[in-house]
Nanobody
Framework: VQLQASGGGTVQAGSSLRLSCAAS????????MGWFRQAPGKEREFVAA????????YYADSVKGRFTISRDSAKNTVYLQMNNLKPEDTAVYCC?????????????????WGQGTQVTVSS
């Protein structure tokens, strides 16, 4: 599976952005899909994930109520709708395909990483 993220940019606090992650490969629908982010000088952190059937979604506490993850299996694409952005959301956002799920270590379940897209939120 190859993953290509897009949709990042520079916005003001309170604005919205929608990130997209296009996946290649016929096995896309069998993977949970997730988003992670890494801010300068900080460790990578989990943002959100969605099950293969879209029945389950998982969010970091810091983005609950503001971010929404979704997937379109017909388009092999996963989205991250980000509303009410804050300066602390500034980071490089990466999408990932997960072969399982661990609430304590989501990154440990990642099978494939995509390249990142920069999101910058100014105050």
């Amino acid at each position: 599976v190859q993953l290509q993220a897009s949709g990042g940019g520079t916005v003001q606090a309170g604005s919205s952005l929608r990130l997209s992650c296009a996946a290649s490969g016929r096995t896309f629908s069998t993977y949970r899909m997730g988003w992670f982010r890494q801010a300068p000088g900080k460790e990578r952190e989990f943002v959100a994930a969605v099950s293969w059937s879209s029945s389950f979604t998982y969010y970091a506490d810091s983005v609950k109520g503001r971010f929404t993850i979704s997937r379109d299996s017909a388009k092999n694409t996963v989205y991250l709708q980000m509303n009410n952005l804050k300066p602390e959301d500034t980071a490089v956002y990466c999408c990932a395909a997960l072969s399982g799920w661990s609430s304590t270590n989501p990154a440990g379940a990642v099978r494939y990483w995509g390249q990142g897209t920069q999101v910058t939120v100014s105050s």
